[in-house]
T-cell receptor, first 116, second 109 residues
């Protein structure tokens, strides 16, 4: 079955540590996205990527970093510079970023990160 | 700019109808609607495009008023499975969606 996988489902981190969230898709989609979800605030875009080895900052990129070395993979690193990292993180993909106007986004199951 | 959704929350009895609205202060190229169950991934419902084209589920009804920069999602004869939080995502002709804060819909038997 085609889809998006995220791991782990739950992640606990000590303050000051970097942590990497995994996102893999087998939909052969060009575009991939990372969103952060906090209660009552909807989905906010962190980073997105249109093609391999290229990515752009979203609306709340500070304290995060990404890489896109393979089409299928788009890992997100939450660095110690992110002041309030506890949140639900969602990865998504779509056929093409240039078709963001009319292409649906497919979401992974999410990773809930808690900083202790 | 983040679109504004209304209402923020609504409670319905099974079989009743609901309308969820999404308004933008900027000109829209398209509006996307998603539903999210608690703790799960958002699921695509429909896309409404400038010019009138729509893509999505046949059982979902929605409208897009380009002049008013508004979209409405119509849920008729609601079922228990319709419960969840509904998000609109707006596109301004660029590479991304900007999502609203959501409308929480609760259906009671």
């Amino acid at each position: 079955d085609g889809g998006i996988t995220q791991s782990p489902k739950y992640l606990f981190r000590k303050e000051g540590q970097n942590v990497t969230l995994s996102c893999e898709q087998n939909l052969n989609h060009d575009a991939m996205y990372w969103y952060r979800q906090d209660p009552g605030q909807g989905l906010r875009l962190i980073y997105y990527s249109q093609i391999v080895n290229d990515f752009q900052k979203g609306d709340i990129a500070e304290g995060y970093s990404v890489s896109r070395e393979k089409k299928e993979s788009f890992p997100l690193t939450v660095t110690s510079a992110q002041k309030n990292p506890t949140a639900f993180y969602l990865c998504a993909s779509s056929k093409s970023v240039f078709g963001a106007i009319n292409n649906e986004q497919f979401f992974g199951p999410g990773t809930r990160l808690t900083v202790l | 700019q983040q679109p504004v959704q209304s209402p923020q929350a609504v409670i319905l009895r099974e079989g009743e109808d609901a309308v969820i609205n999404c308004s933008s202060s900027k000109a829209l190229y398209s509006v996307h609607w998603y539903r999210q169950k608690h703790g799960e991934a958002p699921v695509f419902l429909m896309i409404l495009l400038k010019g009138g084209e729509q893509k999505g589920h046949e059982k979902i009804s929605a409208s897009f008023n380009e002049k008013k920069q508004q979209s409405s999602l119509y849920l008729t004869a609601s079922q228990l499975s319709y419960s969840g939080t509904y998000f609109c995502g707006t596109n301004f002709g660029n590479e991304k969606l900007t999502f609203g804060t959501g409308t929480r819909l609760t259906i009671i038997p």
